[in-house]
């Protein structure tokens, strides 16, 4: 079974998994821009958003990545882990240039475990790969407390909904 998403008119489809709110994350493996890799483990107890997407190449997920950034900078009880399919040096080389420090840049580079386990693994279409646009909060113990699978790739995400979410953790 898999989920329908949009990019400008094309229909993708997506693993389906998606996490809801009240459920909790599945394990994870991702790889951070120094090239470790880590785990839910490794933000235990912190409240995380995810802010999930196809490429920092793109103007839509480069706006994400600095929304979010901005969003979460006086946060200091919330981890932000930014997650794509682009390789570290991407994301290291992307951060650098926007000046950009609040977050945590995550590749799956290594496997694309995360994205079937977590819902955002599109399967067909010229974006196959890559993951679904899509944003989870989630509270110190790995709860989801907000989650938002977005229809139109090219769509931002719903950051007020997401900080929102925060305020209710």
């Known amino acids: 079974m898999s989920v329908t998403i949009t990019r400008r008119g094309e229909t993708l489809q997506v693993v389906d998994g998606f996490p809801a709110v009240g ?9 951070r821009s120094d090239l470790v890799d880590v785990g839910l483990s490794d933000f235990a107890g912190r409240v995380k958003i995810f802010n999930i997407f196809p490429s920092l190449d793109t103007q839509t997920c480069a ?37 950009l420090e609040n977050g945590v840049t995550l590749s799956m580079m290594r496997d694309k475990s995360f994205a079937r386990d977590y819902g ?43 900080m929102a979410a925060l305020s209710r953790d």
């Not at 459920?23 to 790889?31: E, F, H, R, Y």
């Open 23 to 31: 459920d909790v994350l599945p394990a994870m493996c991702l790889t």
């Open 120 to 162: 955002v693994l599109i399967e067909t279409g010229s974006m196959a790969g890559l993951c679904a646009r899509a944003v989870i909060v989630a509270d110190g113990d790995d709860r989801v407390v907000h989650a938002e699978l977005v229809s139109e790739i090219a769509q931002e995400p719903d950051y007020e909904a997401a």
């Open 63 to 99: 706006l994400s990545v600095k929304q979010f950034n901005a969003r979460v900078e006086s946060r200091a009880d919330t981890v932000l882990l930014q997650v794509s399919a682009d390789l570290p040096f991407a994301h290291s080389r992307f951060c650098a240039a926007e000046g």
